[in-house]
């Protein structure tokens, strides 16, 4: 049984390693639930923390998000890339237009070298840029990409390896790092970690390993409407919610994500905003579906969809959670029309378990690999004993098996059958997923061929049916028709009780009210551009 978390106002002493030098009133000051700073190489780890923070600050992608609106879902728009296409008559082939204003921090040229340069250090092996942990990181973000050239100094041309029409939401999640920079850094990724280059809208100073990045203003940021308002932010790992808490309260940070619920009070008290937001998130029990295990009975999987108070879970979160009733929430475009609901049904829960063959003296053993914090993880200690005991009520023998964020994510890219999950006797994993685009909520997760490494098929699911629900709307270029063939998906996966659905987060954060300008968007990213500290 795992500790209730017990949220306090620790004492000054406990925050001296974090206390910062004073800075200027246009400092942002964060702290993050990432135990450590996410990699500053191009591609971050920590989970799309990592993105938030680290990505979509020091560097650019080809395509990038929308996130200047809280009142729509995030979507994709032209970004290092002033625009591109599939070649007609050949969808497989994509063409990229590059920007021709764009240079790196350390001055030299982002061309279309560049991107090549970028792509084969994370999908090259044999190039002298290539960097293991980099690839680690984006070799599942663009599985379809099989081949990539230049045909002129700002036109790229890329290739899928079967049609895909959602490619350009793949390419949001690679970043682009200066060469040039690497060849200065003794091409040593250990040494540009330190002093890493890219395009983005702010440049990195300082990095303290586990302590803290500080970041600059890019005053020749290529988007000049978007050149950042604040002279610096400054990233601090805070895994503990309590500390995160405690470091606002006492002024020594900004900003911190997903403060404790019992603490909303008394931040509200000491004059803290609260911001929240729907946004494509999904807290949920990915099972193995692999011979032998429990959850191959779609009785055993809709008994332990049924067996969850989700009403009371959101009472101990304060009120910061949605319902799940699928991988996305009812009125979002793809949720389609489920005729399984999830809700809170106990002897429902019962009456499967028995009809499977389970009884008191003969349960179905599930051991959950999950984390102790991390980005879009919530409070997954409280969260997961409280299921813990919904489930065992009605018969599961349920147990877990809790590790660092960063390791449950190495845990996840290794499927089911692999050396760590048979080491470790886990038949499900709890890692919040993004659903931020089609790729990432379907695609990933439940198709039968990206099983990790290629993918996150983590629980190695096959279904002939799925398969070609999913393919279709991969293939499908019309927006209206992709998004019924989505939704048809969507319905699809509830009805055969998949996964176990729990949480949409709301995307909680708590700041100083001197933190102003900034708009929570629809999306796992955030711009933190706009923000003015007054």
Known sequence: MLKRLRVIVVGLGVLAALAAPAFSQSTLRIGMTAADI?????????????????????????????????????????????????????????????????KFHDGSDFDADAVIWNLD????????QFDPKQAAQARARVPTLVGWKAVDKYTVELTTR?????????????????????????????KVALQPAGTGPFK?????????????????????????????????????????????????????EVPAPDAIPRLKQGGMVIVTNKYPHNWAYQPSMVEGSPWTDIRVRKAANLAIDRAGLKKLLGGLMDEGKGAVYPGHPWFGSPTFDIKYDPEAAKKLLAEAGYSATKKPKIKIAISTSG?????????????????????????????????????AFQ???????????????????????????????????YVPPKGSN???????????????????????????????????????AYWVYIAHDLNPRA???????FVQAQSWFQDLTPIVMK
């Open 38 to 102: 996410p990699l500053t190489t191009g591609q971050p780890d920590n989970g799309l923390e990592g993105f938030r923070f680290v990505g979509y600050t020091i560097y650019d992608a080809l395509v990038l998000w929308d996130l200047s609106k809280a009142d729509t879902l995030a979507d994709i728009r032209p970004g290092l890339a002033a625009g591109w296409a599939p070649v007609e008559g050949d969808s497989k082939t994509w063409i990229f237009k590059l920007r021709q204003v764009v």
């Open 121 to 128: 250090k994370l999908l090259n092996d044999k190039s002298p």
């Open 162 to 190: 079967v049609v895909n029409s959602l490619f350009p939401y793949d390419m949001s999640y690679i970043f682009y790092s200066s060469p040039t920079n690497w060849e200065k850094q003794g091409k040593d990724w250990v």
């Open 204 to 256: 990195v100073d300082r990095v303290v390993p586990r302590e803290r990045m500080e970041l600059s203003r890019n005053a020749d940021y290529w988007e000049k409407a978007r050149i950042p308002k604040l002279d610096k932010v400054i990233l601090f790992p805070m895994p503990e919610a309590a500390t995160r808490t405690a470091a606002l309260l006492a002024g020594q940070v900004d900003w911190i």
């Open 375 to 411: 980005s879009g993880q919530m409070l997954p200690l409280p969260m997961n004993e409280y299921v813990q005991e919904n489930l065992n009520a009605v018969g599961f023998d349920a147990s877990f098996e809790v590790m660092e964020w960063n390791a449950l994510i190495t845990f």
């Open 415 to 449: 499927p089911v059958t692999g050396e760590a999950s048979t080491k470790a006797g886990a038949n499900g994993i709890n890692i919040s997923r993004a659903t931020v685009d089609p790729y990432s909520a379907f695609m990933r997760l439940y198709h039968s061929d």
């Open 458 to 496: 983590w629980g190695i699911l096959k279904d002939p049916k799925l398969d070609e629900m999913i393919n279709k709307a991969h293939a499908t270029f019309d927006r209206a028709e992709q998004t019924k063939a989505l939704a048809d998906v969507h319905s699809y996966i509830v009805d055969q």
């Open 511 to 517: 700041m100083s009210p001197k933190v102003t300008g």
